[in-house]
T-cell receptor
């Protein structure tokens, strides 16, 4: 079983739609949860960062962590064509073991 | 503030040759990470430096890979001799203590 599972998509939505992206994980010791956005031929860019369970909102983006279900989500409201990218979930144990464990990424396309 | 930079952006070499990748972290970031994404797979951790010391090199695939960070500033990752399966995108990331990781644009390595 992979440590982090993420549906690779592709996911295609019309402009203005609400997008829901999800990851599940197996290691209950993960404490830090991140979402990265990666445009084609670029490096991952940090979008959202959450410690432990709960919700975090930043503009059109909301990140949710449910540690009891080992499930994290990223919601994008009023999606725009500029949101078209690959979205990667990542998590870590934290502290000195700060290396990130990534999902495969979900490729999102927002059509005008 | 300049982000993480990587050089070269692309490298095409033949099997058996040597390639050296360079990463310049964000100024003041003591933590430096190397990751790799091979085609169709998730981004995977290779190793972690704290200043010039290797904190964790559990992700290094074999002894053909050598990472250095002399003086605790930039880092190099040498692959010698390169094999076909070493092809992929090599990412470097850096972070300040207590913060999250910021990624560079990656080096695309193709071994023929």
């Amino acid at each position: 079983q992979k440590e982090v599972e993420q549906d690779p998509g592709p996911l295609s939505v019309p402009e203005g739609a609400i997008v829901s992206l999800n990851c599940t994980y197996s290691n209950s010791a993960f404490q830090y949860f991140m979402w990265y956005r990666q445009y084609s031929r670029k490096g991952p860019e940090l979008l959202m960062y959450t410690y432990s369970s709960g919700n975090k909102e930043d503009g059109r983006f909301t990140a949710q962590v449910d540690k009891s279900s080992k499930y994290i989500s990223l919601f994008i409201r009023d999606s725009q064509p500029s949101d078209s990218a690959t979205y990667l979930c990542a998590m870590s144990l934290g502290g000195s073991q700060g290396n990130l464990i990534f999902g495969k990424g979900t490729k999102l396309s927002v059509k005008p | 503030e300049a982000g993480v930079t990587q050089f070269p952006s692309h490298s095409v070499i033949e099997k058996g040759q040597t390639v050296t990748l360079r990463c310049d972290p964000i100024s003041g970031h003591d933590n430096l990470y190397w990751y790799r994404r091979v085609m169709g797979k998730e981004i995977k951790f290779l190793l972690h430096f704290v200043k010039e010391s290797k904190q964790d090199e559990s992700g290094m695939p074999n002894n053909r890979f050598l990472a250095e960070r002399t003086g605790g500033t930039y880092s190099t990752l040498k692959v010698q001799p390169a094999e076909l399966e070493d092809s992929g995108v090599y990412f470097c990331a850096s972070r300040h203590a207590g913060e999250t990781q910021y990624f560079g644009p990656g080096t695309r390595l193709l071994v023929l």
